[in-house]
C-alpha cells in the first residue's frame, strides 16, 4: 500500500516489443529476412533461397540467388548467388556476390 501524496511505480517488462518481434524463429526466418535486407539493398528480382547455415558467432549465413540481367530467351539470363551475413539479431552484417551465371548453365 502507498503512502498518500507517494505514486505507485509500475513495473515494466525489460524486453521490448521491437526486440521481441526480431527475434529469429529459425532458418526459415533467418532466409526470409536476408532476403528483404540484401533486396533493399540491390534492387535485383530475387530468385530463391539456396543455402542457410549458422555461423560460428551464432548468426546466420544465407546465399540468395537474384536475377541481375533478364533476357530473352530466359535460359541466357544471368543470376548471380549472394552470401548474406546476419548476426544474431538477424541484422545485416555484410553481403558479397560469390557467383555469377547463366540460368541456363549447369553447375560446374
Do not use: F, K
Not at 57 to 76: F, K, M, Q, S
Not at 79 to 102: M, N, P, S
Amino acid at each position: 500500500m502507498t503512502e498518500p501524496g507517494e505514486r505507485r511505480r509500475r513495473t515494466t517488462s525489460t524486453t521490448s516489443t521491437t526486440t521481441r518481434e526480431r527475434a529469429v524463429q529459425g532458418a526459415q526466418d533467418a532466409a526470409r529476412r536476408a532476403a528483404d535486407a540484401l533486396s533493399e539493398l540491390i534492387r535485383h528480382h530475387l530468385e530463391g533461397v539456396s543455402a542457410v547455415c549458422r555461423s560460428e558467432d551464432g548468426g546466420w549465413i544465407v546465399n540468395v540467388d537474384v536475377l541481375e540481367v533478364a533476357r530473352i530467351p530466359d535460359t541466357t539470363s544471368l543470376l548471380a548467388t549472394y552470401e548474406v551475413e546476419l548476426d544474431h539479431a538477424c541484422d545485416l552484417i555484410q553481403y558479397r556476390r560469390i557467383a555469377r551465371y547463366r540460368r541456363g548453365a549447369q553447375d560446374q
